[in-house]
Nanobody
């Protein structure tokens, strides 16, 4: 089993910044892609940003130029630096990792989410 724990959410004013972190733990054998998703009230969960084990990244059009995803493979941690935040960025942010353990094959794992609220 792989456990993902997000942190760094909170209340921020429009134009402000936040940095989210997601640490993976457990009997991890390998972690492939990691990513951040978000779900606003009444909306479907959507991809915000993803990063491969080699460091290749992709972003939703709505966050390009404002958000940056990175990872520390030694710490099994992925980060999301969010700048120039807008009210429409308000959502619960979830971390996802495609990982394998010493007894389980490659599969997706999700964190429980961290709330980001952008409001004045």
């Amino acid at each position: 089993q792989v456990h993902l724990v997000e942190s760094g959410g909170g209340l921020v004013q429009p134009g402000g910044s936040l940095r989210l972190s997601c640490a993976a733990s457990g009997s991890i054998f390998s972690i492939n892609a990691m990513g951040w998703y978000r779900q606003a009230p009444g909306k479907q969960r959507e991809l915000v940003a993803g990063i491969t084990s080699a460091g290749s990244t992709n972003y939703a059009d709505s966050v390009k130029g404002r958000f940056a995803i990175s990872r520390d493979n030694a710490k099994n941690t992925v980060y999301l630096q969010m700048n120039s935040l807008k009210p429409e960025d308000t959502a619960v942010y979830y971390c996802k990792a495609k990982a394998s353990t010493i007894v389980e094959p490659l599969q997706d794992y999700w964190g429980k989410g961290t709330l980001v609220t952008v409001s004045s």
